[in-house]
């Protein structure tokens, strides 16, 4: 249950869906997101069916952290329970229920790989913490495809810039300083999905997660836990926009 007994983080409303009723509409405010409790629930944009939800899953964020109402629909595939929380509440929650946030995180990622296949490599990364450095040289890995790995990188400085391989072939360039890669694969607990290779010299700043893992990190860190969520949702909506393109 997601609920809690602490008055900032309560949801506002837990309502259950009939098939086929409309849970949010596009256009509407962006001042609240929503948690599935229990069902299954299809997001649509533009009368284009872009991902299905189920227990759990989160949604509504994305159009908070652009400041733009909401760009999708949702709508309940089958008996849906749903809870409602307001947007602001979301720092609070941050520091009082790292285990929320961890399933917050979670959810926008899965909904990242579920949305579209290339977001990684063309949807750019946002601030989220600095921690130390390592320099690689021309030719070196970074990271690579199919392996598993707790580490968090940001692109501090490079001459050529990072490549993005999968299965061998090039599918993206990572240029600009401050652009984050490997989150997706930490949060998910998946191996990397692509190889990331330095083009000249190049140095990454490098966030080593410790073995307590994402509510480990979030509980010790709280403070990042709303810059990875605003990474996340931002690459979130624009993966939304590309499909429906």
Request: glycine content about 6%.
């Amino acid at each position: 249950m997601l609920e809690s007994k602490t008055k900032s983080i309560e949801a506002i409303e837990v309502r259950e869906y009939a098939p086929g009723e409309i849970i949010v509409k596009e256009g509407t405010s962006n001042e609240f997101f929503y948690v599935i409790l229990q069902g299954e629930v299809q997001i649509y944009q533009l009368d284009k069916s872009i991902r299905i939800l189920k227990d759990r899953d989160v949604f509504g964020l994305e159009n908070y952290y652009r400041n733009c109402p909401y760009s999708t629909t949702a709508k309940a595939l089958q008996p849906s329970r749903v809870a409602r929380y307001r947007c602001e509440i979301i720092e609070d929650i941050a520091f009082s229920n790292p285990r929320l946030i961890s399933t917050i995180l979670r959810s926008v990622c899965i909904q990242l790989e579920q949305t579209t296949s290339v977001a990684e490599e063309n949807i750019p990364y946002t601030d989220i913490i600095n921690l130390d450095f390592r320099t690689y040289s021309d030719g070196e890995v970074i990271i690579e495809e199919g392996t598993r790995g707790t580490e968090i990188y940001r692109l501090q400085q490079s001459e050529g810039g990072l490549e993005v391989l999968k299965q061998g072939k090039r599918i993206g360039l990572i240029t600009k300083p401050g652009e984050y890669f490997g989150e997706m694969s930490f949060i998910l607990d998946e191996p990397r999905t692509a190889t990331i290779r330095s083009i000249g010299e190049s140095v990454v700043e490098v966030i080593p997660v410790q073995e307590t893992g994402l509510e480990g990190l979030i509980y010790d860190n709280p403070e990042i836990a709303n810059k990875i969520i605003t990474t996340l949702a931002q690459r979130l909506r624009q993966a939304d926009l590309m499909l429906v393109k």
